[in-house]
């Protein structure tokens, strides 16, 4: 693999790269829920909130992945469960179960909206159906998930809660052909923000924004966006992905992960609708 492929290969975890924070909601009797727990950044971010202690409910659509997720905390030697439901956010009784079974397991006091996916096309040729269920899983199943948790949030012993929810640059910014990418991470910081003006400081919640990370969502739209641009490639990589960011490495999952638990964690506490923009300077400089 040459160097530039080698700078989106999917890394593995480890247990060295994930931060713990002390913190006494941090148990085993308290759970978090983690969409698009199979892959990519809701897969370490699962592994993550468990090495904290949390009971996870991790889940997706992808069965084989959760399965992954499970075998790959294992491997870690992590103690706390990662439950797994199987589930599709575009259909609201699936969504529904989700929470239920959280519930199940432990008192539902975090929920990480995770879940995501990327389609390429511009305005004109956009497909519809591509867009609702962009719209679905990225927006409206984070805004049912949310709604569904607040009273299991509330029920618990000292009524507080927190939605971590999962932005990017396009949440900022945005590029050309991916538009129902960009208003859909438009969108969850309004929910954030939403979250936080219902939660009375009781509930809290935030948005994280990165740039490109080592994901297989990313790896999979870089030939997409070399033929849409014409350009190679390792292009793609160098000027699209890297472009404008004043470092020259692309995050990590696990990196991702550790800040959905410093915004849940105690270290958060006056984090409330706000953004944690990591993004290596990419949206706040230019040229
Ligand atoms: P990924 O493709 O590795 O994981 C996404 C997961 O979402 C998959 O496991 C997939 O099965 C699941 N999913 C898709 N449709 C679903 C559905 N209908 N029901 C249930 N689950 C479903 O991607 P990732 O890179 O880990 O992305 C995770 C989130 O991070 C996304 O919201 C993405 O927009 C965001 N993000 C990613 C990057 C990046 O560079 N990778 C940057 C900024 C933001």
Redesign the pocket.
């Known amino acids: 693999m040459d160097s530039s492929r080698e700078q989106v290969a999917?890394p593995e975890i480890t247990r060295d790269r994930i931060h713990t924070v002390d913190d006494d909601s941090f148990t085993a009797d308290n759970c978090c829920i983690v969409?698009?727990?199979?892959?990519?950044?809701?897969?370490?971010l699962s592994l993550a909130a468990a090495e904290n202690g949390l009971t996870v409910v991790a889940?997706?659509?992808?069965d084989d992945?959760l399965a992954e997720t499970v075998a790959h905390g294992e491997e870690l030697g992590i103690e706390a469960p990662i439950e797994t439901v199987t589930?599709?956010?575009?259909?609201d009784d699936?969504v529904e179960r989700i929470v239920d079974e959280a519930a199940s397991y432990g008192d539902v006091k975090y929920l990480a909206?995770?879940?995501?996916?990327?389609h390429i096309d511009a305005i004109e040729d956009f497909p519809m159906g591509a867009y609702d269920?962009m719209h679905?899983?990225?927006l409206r199943?984070p805004l049912y998930l949310t709604k569904l948790c607040l009273p299991h949030f509330r029920e618990t012993d000292d009524g507080r809660g927190c939605v971590g929810n999962?932005?990017?640059?396009?949440g900022h910014y945005v590029t050309a052909e991916k538009v129902a990418?960009n208003v859909?991470?438009f969108g969850l910081r309004g929910l954030t923000q939403s979250i936080a003006a219902e939660g009375d400081g009781d509930v809290r919640s935030f948005s994280?924004?990165?740039?490109?990370?080592?994901?297989?969502?990313?790896a999979?739209q870089i030939p997409d966006t070399a033929e849409s641009r014409g350009i190679s490639v390792d292009e793609v990589i160098s000027d699209v992905?890297l472009g404008q960011a004043r470092n020259d490495e692309?995050?990590e999952?696990v990196d991702?992960a550790n800040l959905f638990v410093l915004g849940f964690s105690k270290l958060a506490r006056h984090l409330n609708g706000g953004d944690l923009l990591f993004d290596g300077g990419m949206t706040l400089t230019y040229e």
Do not use: E, F, W
Not at 35 to 44: D, F, K, L, W
Not at 87 to 91: E, G, R, W
């Open positions: 999917v969409t698009g727990g199979g892959s990519g950044i809701g897969r370490a889940t997706d659509i992808d992945g589930a599709d956010l575009t259909v699936d909206n995770v879940a995501g996916m990327q269920r679905r899983v990225m199943a999962m932005a990017s640059v396009h990418y859909s991470k994280v924004s990165t740039g490109y990370v080592k994901t297989p969502l990313v999979n992905m692309m995050m999952p991702v």
